[in-house]
């Protein structure tokens, strides 16, 4: 399972993708220490690629130690270059695809991060939370209620209240701040498309999905096949 980790894991680095074992994943997963890369398509284009090298490499044997040929080289050594020529163009056209689709799903994740529409019911807890605020006079033990409302808080509702956060924490007492906090941790409207788009970025600069047609160029260029 392909992981993105959130935070340094052993030797690896927070940022960037690794792949796991179920067990390690979920571990991490369960964690909040990475989170599992979920693309299909994308990370598809890795495995058509390495399906297409196994064709190639499986049609090439075929052609070489073909009886077919063996009174016409000149004939063998055509249909090889043209099995060559098939399979660096499809290659590179799946490359060119893979990073047109990353740069779809980024602007479409991009988009999604700048929109702060909640519903009715969401921007009334968020109203009655900075009223109570403003006016309770044991705001410690209204914090405390909050903490434990925001157990069975929404999605909504918690995105709305993390928004408004900076307009309440003036009386909200600093003790009880960073229970609240830690409740409404990737919470923030956004946060999650903004991930997806931190996870499209590490696909676009670091994955390479051609891994398995690099390597069989050079061990081609090693050998002079």
């Known amino acids: 399972m392909e992981i993105y980790l959130t935070k340094d894991h052993r030797e690896n680095k927070a940022g960037h993708i690794y792949r796991y074992d179920d ?35 499986q049609k090439r044997r075929e052609i070489a130690e073909s009886e077919r040929y063996n009174d016409n080289e000149s004939e063998r050594k055509f ?4 099995l060559k020529k098939n399979l660096d163009d499809s290659v590179k056209a799946a490359k060119e695809n893979y990073a047109v689709e990353i740069e779809v799903l980024y602007r479409q ?21 900075k009223t109570q605020f ?23 509702e918690k995105a709305a209240l993390s928004l408004a956060l900076n307009d309440i924490k003036a009386n909200i007492p600093a003790d009880k ?20 788009c931190a996870i499209l970025n590490e696909l676009k600069a670091n994955r390479n999905p051609a891994i398995a047609y690099d390597q069989l160029l050079i061990v081609s260029q090693r050998s002079g096949k």
């Open 177 to 196: 701040l960073p229970q609240i906090e830690k409740s409404l941790k990737g919470a923030a409207p956004g946060s999650e498309a903004m991930l997806k």
């Open 79 to 82: 249909q090889l270059a043209e």
């Open 109 to 129: 994740h991009a988009a999604e991060a700048f929109n702060f529409n909640f519903d009715e019911s969401a921007n009334k807890f968020v109203d009655s939370v």
């Open 23 to 57: 067990k390690d994943a979920n571990k991490l997963l369960e964690e909040g220490a990475g989170v599992r890369v979920d693309f299909p398509t994308v990370q598809s284009y890795a495995q058509n690629i390495d399906r297409l090298v196994a064709e190639y490499k």
């Open 134 to 156: 403003a006016i309770a006079g044991d705001k410690n033990a209204l914090a405390d209620m909050l903490s434990a409302r925001l157990k069975s808080a929404t999605t909504e």
